[in-house]
């Protein structure tokens, strides 16, 4: 059974940094593509940042520049690391693997985490 569990949310002011990991288990192989979405209540799930099999990367607009995915597949763990964070940046944070459909940046995922809550602050 695979599972993906996040960690590394909390509270920062804003301008300020986070690490956020996400630890895969039950894989017999590596994922084709992982990736970080999030979402704000009332909103739907939101791609941030993607990363294939050759480590190549996506990200979504507003985080560019800002934000990093980056991939230990030997530890089946993939992190984003996030840079000068705003108040916007606010939202839970969700780890996705084993793309089903579609591209690596649009496409459809099998499996996800529960979360990790972001809060940045003005």
């Known amino acids: 059974q695979v599972q993906l569990v996040e960690s590394g949310g909390g509270s920062v002011q804003a301008g300020g940094s986070l690490r956020l990991s996400c630890a895969a288990s039950g894989y017999t192989g590596s994922s084709n593509c992982m990736a970080w979405f999030r979402q704000v209540p009332g909103q739907e799930r939101a791609g941030v940042a993607f990363?294939?099999?050759?480590?190549?990367?996506y990200y979504t607009d507003s985080v560019k520049g800002r934000f990093t995915i980056s991939q230990d597949s030997a530890k089946n763990m993939v992190y984003l690391q996030m840079n000068s964070l705003k108040p916007e940046d606010t939202a839970m944070y969700y780890c996705a693997a084993d793309l089903r459909l579609g591209t690596c940046s649009g496409g459809v995922y099998g499996y996800w985490g529960q979360g990790t809550q972001v809060t940045v602050s003005s």
């Open positions: 990363i294939d099999s050759a480590s190549r990367t």
